[in-house]
């Protein structure tokens, strides 16, 4: 079996915000991760990406917020797409 993407969207938000998010179902999982999903969730803002949930290679499933790396609890893609757009939500509040 080869990746399979699930979901994949780009779109703005405004003029200076847009969000990147892909997803893929992997033929095997990703080593450090207990699930058989890619992903690659990004909010950029004026270029700069501020917030970004992905699962490297080896560093398992994990949240960027600016400068700061946290670890993120995957369930579900559904759950993943949920939880980054909440955190979107609550960054353009700020």
């Not at 405004?14 to 990004?42: I, N, Q």
Request: with cysteine.
């Amino acid at each position: 079996m080869k990746a399979v993407l699930i979901f994949e969207d780009h779109k703005p938000l405004s003029e200076r915000e847009v969000v990147h998010m892909t997803v893929w179902r992997l033929p095997a999982r990703v080593p450090g991760c207990a699930h058989d999903f890619k992903y690659r969730l990004a909010f950029v803002v004026d270029g700069h990406c501020v917030l970004r949930f992905d699962n490297e290679r080896g560093k398992g499933d994990h949240k960027h917020a600016g400068t700061v790396q946290s670890p993120y609890q995957f369930t579900t893609p559904t759950r993943l797409l949920a939880d980054f757009l909440h955190e979107v939500e609550i960054c353009r509040t700020k």
